[in-house]
């Protein structure tokens, strides 16, 4: 069964860090790895895909990077702002059976303060 | 526009008295889930679906019923709802081509079971 762990649980920092937030999977047979980002009690607003045969993508500020061999996967936010205060989620889609449907993690829990 | 379309988006009820939460996808895809947001647990699968009337167990299906007679509908059936089955609820769909494509989540439905 595939797990998928998030770590920090949660960071503070001050605005116009770079950040690297950390995802692992257990099962490395997976087709895709997306990140999403999740503002309190609302919804899931995906932020990048990575397919299994890629290394890395980028959108603005954001890069995240995939090593399927290793079962990791980490999202760099750069010269962070205050509104990337949000819960950050990584879920993994596997090969087989009920995995083809997302696994998620706990997610991290940022604060960016001015 | 490609979207998951979820109803209601706030329900107060009380326990035992069943309730559907409707999920509606336009954009032909075989798989729908839903999954339940706890604090501190994350988001954790409830039933899944791979294509038209077949469906399967999450990991926490205890309380829940689906049906999938349409490809484009997934509800989710609270028979007699409890107390601990107050969550938010994201219904989420994607394509069957083998986990390349990425997946799509619903805004949410926030259940109070009273």
């Known amino acids: 069964k595939q797990e998928v762990t998030q770590i920090p649980a949660a960071l503070s920092v001050p605005e116009g860090e770079n950040l690297v937030l950390n995802c692992s999977f257990t099962d490395s047979a997976i087709y895709n790895l997306q990140w999403f980002r999740q503002d309190p009690g609302k919804g899931l607003t995906s932020l990048l895909l990575?397919?299994?045969?890629?290394r890395e993508q980028t959108s603005g500020r954001l890069n995240a990077s995939l090593d399927k061999s290793s079962g990791r996967s980490t999202l760099y936010i750069a010269a962070s702002q205050p509104g990337d205060s949000a819960t950050y989620l990584c879920a993994v889609r596997g090969a087989s059976g009920g995995s083809y449907i997302p696994t998620f993690g706990r997610g991290t829990s940022l604060i960016v303060h001015p | 526009e490609a979207q998951v379309t979820q109803n209601p988006r706030y329900l107060i009820t009380v326990t035992g008295k069943k309730l559907t939460v409707t999920c509606s996808q336009n954009?032909?895809?075989?798989?729908m889930s839903w999954y339940r947001q706890d604090p501190g647990l994350g988001l954790r699968q409830i039933y899944y679906s791979m294509n038209v009337e077949v469906t399967d167990k999450g990991d926490v299906p205890e309380g829940y019923k689906v049906s999938r007679k349409e490809k484009r509908n997934f509800p989710l059936i609270l028979e007699s709802p409890s107390p601990n089955q107050t969550s938010l609820y994201f219904c989420?769909?994607?394509?069957?081509?083998?986990?390349?494509?990425?997946?799509?989540f619903g805004q949410g439905t926030r259940l109070t079971v009273v």
């Open positions: 989420a769909s994607s394509s069957g081509r083998r986990g390349y494509s990425e997946a799509f």
């Open positions: 954009m032909n895809h075989e798989y």
């Open positions: 990575i397919q299994s045969s890629q």
